[in-house]
């Protein structure tokens, strides 16, 4: 089992590098788990722990190279390769083993730590590896065995127990790693400490690779809320954010709150911006989530703020109703290509696509055309508002391939009552609406408004 943690670090200090990666051990370590080490529990004895320190100080240009040098992995090469777009960055990763046959357990860190100094194209940094390997205490399970013979007329049993030697169970492979975990994150902390680097209180030790004199000023407007849209805005449509516009963002949340609405559900909305909200590093950038048009609203962290459907609003037998005309009209075309999902059904809306969702990218770009040729979604929309116009629904035309079906005043207005790049928004007047052509404009634009100056 392996994995990573990458952040952001704090811009209200400026202490150096060791300061950041002495609070990240902070950070990450953990009490020692009760009954884990000892002759009988799970772990024979005191884990061995081996641990270093390293730092330098290096242009951008070289920083891979010579942190390869210094017998880093590549792992943590690319977690420092994020300065030479980002200002600093701190990190963890991980890597946790058990070897069934030796009955080992084997968990290795490296805790780090970057920044890029102020008008210099110098990088600094400083990483701590431990690894700790503990022994294994070989775990069995009592089976009640009998053995029965017959002599003439005379029946003889004899009974035993036998321990049959068995594997860890996942809460025992879990202690295991936080023991292990524990160790390693202790030695790092004692590694530093022997080396004289102590940090003068825990904000002082939380904020390390950040200069006061950094074009990106350190005051946080609360005034405003950057609210963007999914699609086209932050990402090529139906497609992931790129490494740039992500890291880009979470930068810009230290200037101004930020905010995110899609007509997608939740899932899809994460997958697009990179993971989970509630643990991801641009996730916890946002200040609030809405998804499906803001029928469901998150608050960072992950709570959920708000919810509505459109069930309720319609009823069964209306639905119903809804869903049979679609799939009748979408029979009827004639259309060179048709696919799975020609209707899903999300909390705020109905989204009715003529090619089916399982379309692939190619197939989608060639419909974008063909609509664009015959006007087929116009006219379904047309068919659709003569049809259930008494129902108090809207219809219009959404991304590359589909119709979104909601009712009045649930487009994607609905999150500022929590409180872009689609048109209902940036029309309301309670918003300043900003047109874009792409994620590199919105990256532009966004650095000439809080970024320069």
Same mark, same amino acid.
């Given at each position: 089992?392996?994995?990573?943690?990458?952040?952001?670090?704090?811009?209200?200090?400026?202490?150096?590098?060791?300061?950041? !990666?002495?609070?990240?051990?902070?950070?990450?370590?953990?009490?020692?788990?009760?009954?884990?080490?000892?002759?009988?529990?799970?772990?024979?004895?005191?884990?061995?722990?081996?641990?270093?320190? !390293?730092?330098?100080?290096?242009?951008?240009?070289?920083?891979?190279?010579?942190?390869?040098?210094?017998?880093?992995?590549?792992?943590?090469?690319?977690?420092?390769?994020?300065?030479?777009?980002?200002?600093?960055?701190?990190?963890?990763?991980?890597?946790?083993?058990?070897?069934?046959?030796?009955?080992?357990?084997?968990?290795?860190?490296?805790?780090?730590? +970057?920044?890029?100094?102020?008008?210099?194209?110098?990088?600094?940094?400083?990483?701590?590896?431990?690894?700790?390997? +503990?022994?294994?205490?070989?775990?069995?399970?009592?089976?009640?065995?009998?053995?029965?013979?017959?002599?003439?007329?005379?029946?003889?049993?004899?009974?035993?127990?036998?321990?049959?030697?068995?594997?860890?169970?996942?809460?025992?492979?879990?202690?295991?790693?936080?023991?292990?975990?524990?160790?390693?994150?202790?030695?790092?902390?004692?590694?530093?400490?022997?080396?004289?680097?102590?940090?003068?209180?825990?904000? #002082?030790?939380?904020?390390?690779?950040?200069?006061?004199?950094?074009?990106?000023?350190?005051?946080?407007?609360?005034?405003?809320?950057?609210?963007?849209?999914?699609? +086209?805005?932050?990402?090529?449509?139906?497609?992931?954010?790129?490494?740039?516009?992500?890291?880009?963002?979470?930068?810009?949340?230290?200037?101004?709150?930020?905010?995110?609405?899609?007509?997608?559900?939740?899932?899809?909305?994460?997958? #697009?911006?990179?993971?989970?909200?509630?643990?991801?590093?641009?996730?916890?950038?946002?200040?609030?989530?809405?998804?499906? *048009?803001?029928?469901?609203?998150?608050?960072?962290?992950?709570?959920?703020?708000?919810?509505?459907?459109?069930?309720?609003?319609?009823?069964? #037998?209306?639905?119903?109703?809804?869903? *049979?005309?679609?799939?009748?009209?979408?029979?009827?075309?004639?259309?060179?290509?048709?696919?799975?999902?020609?209707?899903?059904?999300?909390?705020?809306?109905?989204?009715?696509?003529?090619?089916?969702? *399982?379309?692939?990218?190619?197939?989608?770009?060639?419909?974008?055309?063909?609509?664009?040729?015959?006007?087929?979604?116009?006219?379904?929309?047309?068919?659709?508002?003569?049809?259930?116009?008494?129902?108090?629904?809207?219809?219009?035309? +959404?991304?590359?391939?589909?119709?979104?079906?909601?009712?009045?005043?649930?487009?994607?207005?609905?999150?500022?009552?929590?409180?872009?790049?689609?048109?209902?928004?940036?029309?309301?007047?309670?918003?300043?609406?900003?047109?874009?052509?792409?994620?590199?404009?919105?990256?532009?634009?966004?650095?000439?408004?809080?970024? #320069?100056?």
């Amino acid at each position: 089992m392996s994995g990573f943690a990458l952040r952001a670090l704090s811009r209200r200090s400026e202490a150096g590098v060791v300061s950041a !990666v002495l609070r990240q051990i902070g950070r990450v370590a953990s009490k020692q788990p009760r009954n884990t080490i000892c002759p009988t529990c799970l772990i024979q004895g005191t884990p061995r722990v081996r641990t270093r320190a !390293v730092k330098g100080s290096v242009s951008r240009s070289k920083l891979r190279a010579a942190v390869l040098a210094r017998g880093l992995p590549a792992e943590v090469a690319s977690r420092l390769q994020a300065l030479t777009f980002a200002r600093s960055v701190l990190f963890q990763t991980f890597r946790f083993e058990v070897d069934s046959l030796v009955r080992r357990g084997h968990y290795e860190t490296y805790i780090g730590a +970057g920044r890029r100094l102020t008008d210099s194209d110098t990088v600094e940094f400083g990483v701590v590896h431990s690894v700790a390997t +503990g022994q294994l205490v070989a775990k069995t399970t009592p089976v009640r065995r009998r053995k029965c013979k017959r002599r003439f007329f005379i029946k003889r049993c004899r009974s035993w127990t036998d321990r049959v030697p068995r594997g860890l169970t996942a809460q025992e492979l879990r202690q295991v790693e936080a023991a292990l975990r524990h160790s390693a994150v202790a030695s790092a902390s004692a590694k530093l400490k022997r080396l004289g680097i102590r940090a003068r209180s825990r904000r #002082q030790a939380e904020t390390a690779c950040y200069s006061e004199r950094s074009p990106i000023k350190m005051s946080r407007r609360e005034d405003i809320l950057c609210l963007f849209d999914v699609d +086209g805005t932050l990402t090529k449509p139906r497609q992931s954010i790129t490494p740039d516009m992500a890291q880009f963002l979470i930068d810009l949340s230290a200037k101004v709150p930020l905010a995110v609405v899609g007509g997608s559900d939740l899932s899809k909305v994460q997958e #697009q911006l990179g993971g989970d909200f509630k643990e991801s590093q641009l996730g916890l950038s946002f200040e609030y989530v809405f998804v499906e *048009n803001g029928l469901m609203a998150y608050k960072l962290g992950g709570e959920l703020i708000g919810k509505e459907s459109i069930l309720n609003f319609l009823g069964e #037998q209306r639905l119903q109703e809804f869903i *049979n005309f679609c799939l009748r009209y979408i029979a009827d075309l004639d259309i060179p290509v048709k696919r799975g999902t020609f209707i899903e059904f999300r909390n705020g809306m109905l989204n009715v696509s003529p090619i089916g969702r *399982n379309c692939s990218q190619s197939e989608r770009d060639a419909f974008v055309e063909y609509d664009k040729e015959r006007g087929i979604r116009a006219a379904f929309v047309e068919a659709l508002r003569r049809q259930f116009d008494k129902y108090g629904l809207v219809f219009s035309i +959404g991304g590359q391939i589909s119709i979104d079906a909601f009712p009045a005043g649930w487009d994607k207005r609905y999150c500022l009552r929590f409180g872009g790049n689609d048109y209902e928004i940036y029309e309301d007047p309670l918003t300043t609406g900003h047109q874009v052509t792409s994620p590199e404009d919105t990256r532009d634009q966004l650095t000439k408004m809080f970024l #320069q100056g």
